[in-house]
């Protein structure tokens, strides 16, 4: 194809207080193409090339705004602002304790009840010569969900013609906070079965181990002899179903892999993915210390899209991000920003073929 990058956007529905909820649709110059929506700034659908020139839709939605609004499991996602999870909805910061809203169990996740995934953000599509794209900005006032400060924050997806989506997050506060942003698709690179068969690599020596709660020890774990180490490609489906405690806890892969020793403005690869009968690819690199690999364990059917149900290990999810419950881990890099400061982190999706 030859056709110039485009970035359109239309109505996608309306909430149920009348609030209109947009949808725009970003292509490059291969014909991949990305659908968006205001609401959640989720990614509705994902289009790439297989090995043989055929476009799939490579991450799992759902079918309209309403079944997003119900019961959608971050699909697709702005994630804050806090990704993953904070012990008990709890944290002290320059000596004031915080109560956030607890919404797995005793736990806070990605951000509480009305986390970013839940917001409507405001969005203006752009197209340079080379890319398309859209801005989203969003301000969350002080106390929401529980956190301190009026966090003002800017997230810009970019689609390449080199095949890439380019994603970029900024935000700003009036009052010490706390901030972990990341981002939440679904994938799925063989678009249909489940996704235990795609090879993947991650570069890490160690995990965050985690409790029955899927809250982090505060230790670390080398992966190197256990079913976590994916130093080396091997099949998801490989060693999920081992005897092993942390597997247990959570029913499959849902563990924060180390990346970093410290948290820098370095952009790294965080993983590599390779789906052998469609022969897509996809590799994730970051600027965030660690990232959260989830194999979809939690995926029951119950919610479907274009008639496919969305089954168990259906679907993967890397999520850069720093530890989860980071605020109460003092030896985790810090996720505290302030005033005067500006928080910014990158997560690009590279997809091709072999």
Not at 47 to 66: H, K, S, Y
Not at 316 to 322: A, I, K, M, T, W
Request: with cysteine; proline share 6%.
């Amino acid at each position: 194809m030859s056709n110039l990058p485009s970035a359109t956007m239309q109505l996608y529905g309306k909430l149920a207080d009348a609030t209109p909820v947009n949808k725009v649709i970003l292509t490059n110059r291969h014909g991949i193409e990305v659908e968006v929506i205001s609401y959640g700034g989720i990614i509705t659908r994902l289009l790439t090339p297989d090995a043989n020139g055929e476009l799939g839709n490579i991450v799992l939605g759902m079918d309209n705004l309403q079944d997003y609004v119900d019961a959608s499991p971050y699909f697709g996602a702005i994630i804050g602002r806090y990704g993953n999870r904070i012990a008990s909805g709890r944290f002290s910061l320059n000596g004031t304790e915080y109560s956030l809203v607890a919404n797995n169990g005793d736990n806070s996740l990605h951000g509480g009840l009305q986390g970013f995934d839940k917001k409507v953000w405001n969005m203006v599509p752009f197209t340079t010569e080379h890319s398309a794209g859209v801005v989203l900005t969003l301000t969350s006032p002080d106390g929401d969900q529980g956190f301190p400060g009026t966090l003002k924050t800017k997230v810009t997806y970019t689609l390449t013609d080199s095949n890439t989506l380019d994603m970029q997050f900024f935000a700003t506060t009036d009052k010490p906070t706390i901030v972990n942003l990341t981002q939440h698709t679904y994938f799925n690179l063989a678009g249909k079965g489940d996704i235990l068969g795609h090879i993947l690599e991650i570069p890490a020596e160690a995990i965050t181990p985690v409790d029955e709660g899927l809250i982090p020890t505060g230790e670390l774990l080398a992966v190197a002899g256990t079913p976590f180490d994916f130093r080396e490609p091997k099949t998801i489906g490989q060693d999920i179903d081992a005897d092993h405690q942390q597997l247990k806890y959570g029913n499959g892969y849902d563990h924060n892999y180390v990346l970093k020793d410290v948290a820098d403005k370095a952009l790294i690869e965080g993983a590599k993915v390779f789906e052998p009968d469609t022969g897509r690819t996809l590799t994730l690199l970051t600027k965030e210390p660690s990232m959260q690999f989830y194999s979809g364990n939690f995926l029951d059917g119950s919610s479907s899209q274009s008639g496919r149900s969305h089954e168990f290990r259906n679907a993967f999810c890397l999520e850069p991000q720093h530890a989860p419950d980071s605020p109460n881990q003092p030896a985790f890099p810090s996720v505290t920003l302030l005033p005067g400061e500006v928080y910014s982190t990158q997560i690009v999706y590279q997809f091709g073929t072999r």
